[in-house]
């Protein structure tokens, strides 16, 4: 029964959605339509409201939704779904301000004279307006009406002009700031935690382990990684896009033939240019880059992009005179103030207690008020001309409360999808298709894709995305990244957007384009590009570097980098620290040699076994590189055979885990029932319970009798891989980390030396001054001596003075004695420090400085930029996990 109503809820749905009602009202209508039924036939069926739900009972999983959406966005962290309202008062407010036709009539001077050149102005513009407004469907609606006459007009081909403003439209859907890409990375970062927990049971079930180590967890994403990871496949389709057209028009000149400029290239034709082009490339770069340099959150971004976009309007709605430009001149002044105060000042208005600090503060207020003054002047003239603010703040506003409506809508809808086993369903659909992940990515994508077709972006990101997406990203074998899937599954809807007949981009150019136009014509012309579309997602499915580099780069550069510890990069690590030994010149191994010939008579014993135990450690960290190549290399070699046993083992094992459930369940119904009356149903579970006898012993036999002895062997080399690499870490850290302490302990020399006066100063106050006194001076000494590298014992024998002068014992001639002792020990130190001050601690800097870069990349504080960059590119590609699940 729970498959029935699980199909009434999609009958349900579809059906209201293609009668046209609101797609805000019809996915939670139909969730309590569903779940009313189930609760109402489970009733008066069974006796039991509850008897028709997978688990739990209707009151729970009507309330399921409401309270999933609540939980999860009013969490202070969660605060992505901000930026929405933010960006889409960005689009209006440059839709509105005619800043598209400008940009499209410009580009038209500019590359008209080029065969094809119109053609790239479109895509070129497509890209911009993709990139400011992020609106799909006000994209292809502005260039349909202002660049598609110009076309037709120059003679292009129809079905080029309408395939190539359709298809530039579209971009918005995938070029950051896009209000997809937000939505996605909000939905893939929950999706991430249920993968998570799906691998974590994965992998308890492969290995009998309860903890999974965190190198293999499941990799989130955030709204300003998934605009990292979809800027090089925006800009990768962009020229796609342009080189496609630069092709068609070389072999066919006559269907984009070259649109002659009758105007002179002057200086007034370049101003033009540059005031149309420069203000919309700088608002680009001040959001994007802020995102990718790590200066602002997507929020922040956001914010910027609204309040440029308000600059943008106030100039160019208000007519030409001498005061146009103004409060745009006030805003860009205000912002080299504010930069110049926190280039220059500590702006820490907190913190600030010195009157150079309080000038920058002023400075910055004064930046602050001209930068507001901009804004509000630019603000009053978007109000008074022709109340474009009012109407374009009501647009946001429905826009907005549209987008949330939808999302608490599709929030429900997939707690009754859950409340019905849809979710375990669809999990044990794809999970027992043959091909593994890449069958289960390709089916969830043409799903998409058809849904395309009828459903907009928001529906499928809040309905489709949260159900198949953890499903996805908790596959070991894939291991992909949910910056990966969700750039791929917006490429995705971006396609099925222009496919005939039902592309809701065709829809919005049919609505503008002239009669002269055919609808065929316009099929005809997105033809190529959904062609070139998928070419696109291709490369992109194939190379995931494309996505994952830059939000690795942004993230491993930035001051909030994770340490060179961190799990995740030692794999990675380890092949760069091989790298660099064998691409050097044999530096590393030359600063060992010359480490093992420096004299340390004059150090203590202890510092002596430290530096001797380092170069003894190095030796063997490099030499453990080799066991590593080695033992990988013999895991390679193996996996190709192992590995089709292994997935068919895991898949035999994980049928009788489900045939074992269903017969323990068949058996506690069946010792539940009683009576004669129940005789017949207890025929049919004894026999039920038979069949799985026989299933249990049949999957059994099936496993291969070598399996155990295969499984060992493969074991044993896996074993053997991470001890080389466990090995080679211990004697890496242990290297570096003791020659650092000594080098620690000698670099404090300079201030261990300038003790020795206040050390003789304290001899009369603990000689003369009273005892409260006495005490306190050597406390003070005490905690001075504290932050010196190793001058513990120091520290430790005026600890013993302390005590003495103390109230308990008062006993003076003892702490003379105590300190007299501590200033032998000082002089003791003092000797073999000054004696290492020279030769030996240049040695040994310069031989730590060797390992830092290689063998003592562990032990640094933080990524250098080279390791940074290498990291970010090497943990870019998705490493298969599967054999160790």
Not at 243 to 269: E, H, Q, W
Not at 304 to 330: C, D, E, H, Q
Not at 607 to 622: F, K, P, R, W, Y
Not at 834 to 844: I, P, Q, S
Request: aromatic fraction near 10%; proline fraction near 4%; charged fraction near 15%.
């Amino acid at each position: 029964m729970e498959l029935f109503f699980l199909l009434l809820l999609v009958v349900i749905m579809a059906t209201a959605l293609g009668s046209g009602y609101p797609v805000a009202f019809a996915l939670p209508g139909s969730a309590v339509i569903t779940i009313c039924i189930a609760a109402v036939a489970g009733l008066a069926f069974e006796g039991s409201m509850s008897s028709y739900f997978h688990s739990g009972g209707p009151s729970e999983w009507m309330s399921a939704g409401v309270l999933n959406l609540r939980g999860v966005y009013w969490e202070v962290e969660r605060d992505t779904l901000i930026a929405i309202p933010l960006f889409i008062f960005m689009g209006i407010m440059l839709q509105r301000s005619k800043i598209a036709e400008d940009l499209l009539v410009t580009m038209a001077q500019l590359f008209g004279r080029v065969p094809g050149g119109l053609g790239i102005s479109v895509v070129f513009v497509g890209a911009l307006l993709a990139a400011t407004t992020g609106i799909v469907g006000a994209t292809v609606v502005a260039m349909g009406m202002i660049s598609l006459p110009a076309m037709l007009r120059n003679n292009y081909s129809p079905s080029l002009a309408t395939g190539t403003i359709a298809a530039s439209g579209t971009l918005g859907q995938i070029i950051p700031p896009s209000i997809v890409l937000i939505i996605l990375a909000d939905q893939l970062a929950s999706a991430a935690d249920q993968a998570g927990s799906l691998r974590k049971s994965l992998y308890k079930e492969a290995t009998g382990d309860f903890q999974m180590p965190s190198v293999f967890d499941v990799t989130s994403t955030s709204a300003g990684e998934m605009f990292l990871g979809a800027f090089v496949p925006g800009l990768l389709l962009v020229a796609i896009y342009m080189t496609y057209i630069l092709i068609y028009a070389f072999f066919k000149p006559a269907a984009a033939p070259a649109v002659i400029y009758d105007g002179k290239f002057d200086k007034k034709f370049w101003g033009q240019v540059f005031v149309t082009l420069v203000p919309p490339l700088t608002l680009i770069f001040l959001v994007l880059g802020s995102i990718i340099s790590g200066i602002a959150t997507v929020n922040q971004a956001g914010a910027i992009g609204a309040a440029g976009a308000l600059i943008m309007a106030g100039y160019r709605l208000v007519g030409s005179n001498k005061w146009t430009f103004v409060p745009a001149y006030l805003s860009i002044l205000g912002m080299l103030i504010i930069a110049y105060a926190l280039q220059n000042y500590d702006m820490n208005i907190k913190a600030a207690d010195t009157p150079t600090e309080m000038q920058g503060i002023w400075i910055g207020v004064i930046g602050t008020l001209f930068m507001f003054l901009g804004l509000v002047w630019s603000g009053l003239r978007v109000l008074n001309i022709e109340d474009t603010l009012r109407g374009v703040m009501m647009e946001t506003s429905k826009t907005t409360a549209l987008v949330f409506i939808i999302l608490l809508g599709a929030a429900m809808l997939t707690a009754a999808f859950r409340a019905f086993g849809g979710e375990e369903l669809v999990r044990e659909f794809l999970n027992s298709l043959p091909g593994g992940f890449w069958t289960q990515f390709v089916i969830v994508m043409a799903v998409i894709f058809i849904l395309g077709f009828f459903l907009d972006f928001i529906e499928i990101a809040v309905v489709v995305v949260p159900i198949v997406a953890p499903i996805l990203l908790a596959d070991p074998g894939a291991n992909i990244t949910a910056v990966w899937l969700g750039v791929m599954i917006g490429l995705n809807i971006q396609t099925s957007f222009l496919t005939p007949p039902f592309g809701f981009a065709l829809f919005y150019l049919r609505g503008v384009a002239p009669a002269v136009v055919k609808t065929v014509q316009m099929y005809r012309g997105v033809i190529p590009f959904i062609c070139l579309q998928l070419v696109a997602l291709i490369i992109v499915g194939s190379y995931p570097q494309l996505v994952n580099y830059l939000p690795n780069r942004s993230n491993y550069l930035a001051e909030t980098a994770p340490p060179p510890r961190n799990p995740r990069f030692q794999f990675c690590l380890d092949q760069f620290v091989n790298n660099r030994l064998a691409n050097e010149g044999g530096v590393t191994l030359s600063a060992i040699r010359k480490a093992k010939l420096i004299n340390t008579d004059n150090l203590p014993k202890s510092l002596q076994t430290s530096i001797s135990g380092s170069i003894i450690s190095a030796e063997t960290a490099i030499a453990a590189l080799a066991d590593i190549k080695a033992s990988h290399t013999a895991v390679v070699s193996a996996e190709d055979n192992f590995r089709p046993t292994l997935i068919k083992v895991r898949g035999l094992e994980k049928r009788i885990r489900k045939a074992t459930e269903e017969m323990n369940a068949a058996q506690k119904e069946f010792g539940r029932l009683k009576g004669d009356e129940h005789s017949a149903q207890r025929d049919i579970l004894q026999e039920k319970i038979s069949n799985h006898e026989t299933k249990l012993v049949q999957l059994q036999t099936e496993i291969p009798i070598s399996w155990k002895a295969d499984y060992n062997t493969f074991k044993k080399l896996t074993d053997a891989e991470t001890k080389a690499r466990n090995g080679y870490r211990r004697a890496a850290d242990d290297a570096y980390g003791a020659a650092s302490d000594v080098a620690s302990i000698l670099a404090s020399t300079n201030i261990y030396i300038a003790l020795e006066g206040p050390l003789n100063e304290l001899r009369s106050v603990i000689e003369t001054a009273d005892f409260p006194k006495a005490e306190k001076a050597v406390k003070n000494m005490e905690r001075t001596i504290r932050g010196i590298q190793g001058a513990d014992e120091v520290k430790k024998q005026l600890g013993k003075v302390k005590k003495s002068l103390g109230t308990r014992k008062l006993d003076r001639e003892k702490a003379i004695e105590g300190f007299e002792k501590a200033i032998e020990i000082y002089m003791a130190q003092l000797e073999w420090r000054t004696a290492a001050e020279g030769v030996l601690r240049t040695e040994l800097d310069s031989y730590i400085s060797a390992l830092s870069g290689t063998i003592g990349t562990r032990q640094q504080e933080a990524l250098s930029r080279e390791q940074a960059l290498y990291l970010a590119s090497c943990t870019a590609v998705h490493r298969d996990l599967s054999l160790n699940f």
